[in-house]
């Protein structure tokens, strides 16, 4: 038993298209991505289901599942009571049972009463059954602020899980890499945590509140091919090229980097992380030992914060080939606060004072 | 000045003499056996009483009777005296220091073995650490269960559990956890996977009383009555969490089985101790979740007659002989007299048979030690740690497991 019934092949999809024909391509928010991810991997996998709060008639409170009930029936997209922890075991069993289920959490602010089932019970399954059992599911979450959502709106907990072996931890910073990283989680064996920056639904944001909202109409990503493609999990990308230093960063923290890299005129060497864990330290450490500098980015607080994870990481990579501390630029160690939203999260300014500290040392 | 708050506590300690002729036990027969598909609020009765077949001379009796055949009585017999001469040569095993930890069910054979010949074989069970009765009854090889007790180089879970943490797929016993009620809830959602593929199977799944305090009790009665998944939900009052009594459960303000009423599931009162009834009540479950009907809140109501586990000491919190006194005797005996008075066995035939099962462990841990213990070894290899966290291990595990083995100059 616990076969999990896969009734089409998926790996017949990874053919790519004939030369001269370009799959075809629309312009899609980050919302409009994930949906479409979630479209496809309905019909194309009859053991998907989708659940969570609000998600079936409703749509979603951010609209990711709009339409999908009414498309794919009742069953296979439906409301849950407010449960997280119940969301999650009832994902666990079905998993178990042949499904391929993707939960949302409403908020990642709202996913502790579920830690017990994701980080005891999910990461675990496998592990403890030696292979007997495991459960495919993909919990996504909205998470980061931006959105003055005070402290039970912001939160980034991305290291809480990335901590946790038997967990792939990812989050995207675009809509074509949201969609084909979703497509991938679905499709994985191992249990998935995907955050979705929040901030970035609607359109990219480089951390200037005071700049009107831009779509992702104009951006490169926010071009998204309209069927099943997939990005692989453990794959950081070099979002743009440079060599006077390194910037890791993931999620919201990617386009404030490029826009505080852009703003001091350094050629900085940005690197979108993407997936947490497993962590693709290869493509990390190849950059950094060829500049020799690094800046780590993040929303979360800092102390046990995953920056910590990656300077030591790079740091016992890259000792010998490095010409300046490595620099963390981190949301405080405070709860998120509302009123001091700006002071809180690491916009340009604190970016760039830390680019300029390592490009000086 | 005296707390208003209520304080529940045990009704006996240490060097008191237990009294249980508090307890109210309706007489054997008694309870209207109500359709399947009956509402929670028809039934409602059903949770306050306590539902018994055995009467005080040994008959079956009443309307629940599941008028079994001696040869399935006498099944289960063997099976109930098999876990427990399991659970005694286990337990002598690690008081030589054979095994790290061990954890009898002595006094709940009926709730496992009872309750697991009530459904069907592809029925998948969410256990408990104390209804190893489960895997016996499925016919589990115990030599496969010796083996994981001693993390020995046969160990199917090679090594990765605690003692008594069994998992067999095959047998569709799904891997203890040791956090407590997490299956609970999860029984739930494979229940609603089997109505999704419109299968016939059902879920079934164990908590004691004491884990009926946790979320995840309630997220299962909860998401259970919401989907009206296929499920038999539950819990085993043994009267005991370790050393807390169900009563700082709340089992002293309503029973645990009237749980289900507020949410729109029916709850059965059982003598655990009584195998027909549990029988009954398990099987009236599972024709209501395989008909439509939905989830099932069972309380077996019975007596932990072990210790929790060879980590505890209940000298320390209860009188040593409570369970003598306990109102609703053994379950393994009130079988035999049952089927003593039907003249389908006697005490020879159970010395007998007791014997012939006693060799059968003998035999097998034999087998089982030649495979290695503990202590002495051999275990699973080290580097199958590795294996088993993720479908493929990614790097960072592989570069761990070549520093575990040396082969790697940064090994520390």
Request: hydrophobic residues 0%; without cysteine; glycine residues 0%.
């Given at each position: 038993m616990n076969a999990v019934i896969n009734l089409q092949d998926d790996r017949s999809e990874r053919r790519t298209a004939p030369e001269g024909l370009r799959p075809e391509t629309g312009s899609m928010s980050m919302i409009q991505a994930l949906n479409s991810a979630m479209d496809v991997m309905l019909e194309k996998d009859p053991n998907v289901v989708i659940f969570g709060e609000d998600v079936g008639y409703f749509g979603g409170v951010f609209r990711c599942t709009e339409g999908l009930q009414q498309k794919h029936g009742e069953d296979r997209v439906f409301d849950t009571p407010i449960a997280e922890g119940g969301i999650v075991a009832t994902a666990i069993g079905m998993g178990v049972n042949g499904l391929r289920p993707v939960v949302e959490i409403q908020f990642a602010d709202y996913i502790y009463p579920a830690f017990d089932q994701i980080a005891s019970e999910l990461a675990r399954l496998r592990y403890r059954s030696a292979g007997q059992f495991w459960s495919p599911v993909t919990i996504r979450t909205p998470c980061g602020g931006g959105i003055r959502g005070g402290q039970t709106h912001s939160q980034t907990p991305e290291a809480l899980f990335a901590h946790v072996c038997g967990l792939k931890t990812v989050m995207p910073s675009n809509p074509y890499d949201a969609k084909g990283l979703l497509i991938s989680a679905i499709e994985d064996d191992d249990p998935v945590i995907f955050f979705e920056p929040k901030r970035l639904y609607n359109g990219p944001f480089d951390g200037d509140p005071d700049k009107p909202a831009v779509s992702w109409d104009n951006h490169e990503k926010g071009q998204v091919p309209v069927g099943h493609y997939r990005v692989a999990l453990g794959k950081a990308e070099t979002v743009r090229a440079g060599n006077d230093l390194t910037i890791l960063a993931y999620g919201t923290m990617v386009h404030v980097a490029l826009a505080a890299a852009a703003r001091e005129g350094i050629d900085a060497e940005v690197i979108d992380v993407r997936t947490l864990a497993p962590l693709d330290i290869d493509t990390l450490c190849e950059s950094v030992c060829r500049t020799g500098r690094c800046v780590i980015v993040h929303e979360a607080t800092r102390h046990c914060g995953y920056g910590a994870e990656l300077s030591a990481q790079v740091q016992e990579h890259c000792f010998w080939n490095l010409e300046a501390p490595i620099e963390r630029v981190t949301g405080w160690d405070t709860p998120y606060p509302h009123a001091q939203e700006w002071a809180y999260f690491p916009g340009q300014a604190r970016v760039a004072k830390a680019l300029r500290r390592t490009l000086d040392a | 000045m005296a707390s208003r708050l209520h304080i529940p506590t045990a009704p006996y300690r240490p060097g008191e003499q237990p009294d249980f002729s508090t307890i109210k036990l309706p007489k054997a027969g008694e309870l209207a056996r109500p359709d399947e598909l009956v509402a929670a609020n028809e039934c409602s009765e059903l949770p306050f009483n306590l539902l018994r077949v055995l009467d005080d001379n040994h008959q079956a009796t009443g309307p629940w009777d599941p008028q079994l055949p001696a040869a399935v009585l006498l099944d289960g017999l063997r099976y109930m005296l098999l876990t427990r001469l399991y659970d005694e040569r286990m337990l002598r095993m690690q008081r030589q220091g054979k095994m790290s930890f061990y954890l009898k069910c002595t006094g709940e054979e009926a709730v496992s073995v009872a309750q697991c010949m009530a459904v069907n074989d592809g029925d998948m069970l969410f256990p408990t650490?104390?209804?190893?009765g489960l895997l016996i009854t499925r016919g589990y090889p115990l030599l496969d269960m010796m083996c994981q007790c001693l993390s020995n180089a046969g160990d199917k879970l090679q090594g990765r559990q605690l003692p008594v943490m069994y998992s067999s797929d095959v047998h569709k016993f799904f891997s203890i956890s040791g956090n407590l009620g997490t299956q609970f809830s999860q029984a739930v959602g494979w229940a609603m996977a089997a109505e999704y593929r419109k299968t016939n199977d059902i879920a079934v799944a164990w908590v004691g009383e004491g884990t009926s305090a946790e979320a995840d009790f309630h997220y299962a009665l909860t998401f259970s009555s919401v989907y009206r998944a296929p499920v038999i939900l539950n819990v085993v009052n043994n009267q005991w969490a370790i050393s807390t009594h169900q009563n700082v459960a709340g089992g002293d303000q309503n029973p645990f089985a009237a749980r289900g009423i507020g949410y729109g599931i029916p709850g059965l009162r059982v003598d655990g101790n009584d195998f027909l009834a549990t029988y009954a009540a398990t099987r009236w479950a599972a024709q209501r979740a395989r008909t439509g009907g939905g989830p099932t809140l069972i309380e077996l109501y019975t007596y932990r007659a072990a210790p929790h586990s060879t980590s505890d000491d209940p000298a320390k919190y209860r009188p040593t002989d409570e369970w003598e006194h306990w109102p609703l005797g053994d379950p393994v005996e009130r079988l035999k007299q049952h089927l003593v008075a039907l003249d389908e066995w006697s005490e020879t035939d159970h010395e007998r048979m007791r014997e012939e099962l006693e060799d059968t462990v003998s035999t097998i841990w034999k087998e089982a030690v030649s495979l290695g213990t503990l202590n002495e070894g051999p275990h699973p290899p080290d580097a199958a740690m590795f294996e088993h966290v993720y479908k493929e291990m990614p790097s960072h595990l592989v570069e761990q497991r070549r520093q575990l083995e040396g082969r790697d100059e940064r090994s520390n």
């Open positions: - | 650490y104390r209804q190893q």
